[in-house]
């Protein structure tokens, strides 16, 4: 269960981002498709956190110290835009238009995400 709650709660966070920020858009003809293709979109973004995010902050663990942290801003973004890219792969109607919309997108995605969680528990 805390799973699926977990899916759709980014998947509302990447439709936010897609309402906030220019440059991160969702292509679909009705809106049952806009919302199977963030529920998609928001699993492959939480596959793709879950596998390369340890790795990138194992290897990159100076860069976390030295910048305090704000180069995880950086490698949201960067993981913003590879799941774009998956899903352009995938042919899902979800692009993200470059760095600065992803690292726009990010912020947006965390800070809804966040706030989500409080509400709906995460345990």
């Not at 003809?29 to 699993?43: G, M």
Request: proline share 2%.
């Amino acid at each position: 269960m805390k799973v699926i709650i977990k899916i759709l709660v980014v998947a509302a966070s990447l439709w936010a981002a897609t309402q906030l920020v220019s440059g991160i858009t969702v292509t679909a003809e009705t809106p049952l498709e806009e919302v199977l293709t963030l529920l998609a979109v928001a699993l492959i973004f939480g596959v793709v956190n879950a596998v390369l995010k340890p790795i990138i902050k194992t290897i990159g663990c100076a860069f976390y110290v030295i910048t305090l942290g704000l180069f995880a801003l950086v490698v949201n973004a960067a993981l913003l835009l590879f799941t774009g890219w998956l899903a352009r792969l995938f042919d899902l109607g979800f692009h993200v238009e470059g760095f600065w919309a992803a690292f726009w997108g990010a912020i947006v995605i965390s800070v809804v995400s966040w706030l989500l969680s409080l509400v709906f528990g995460d345990d």
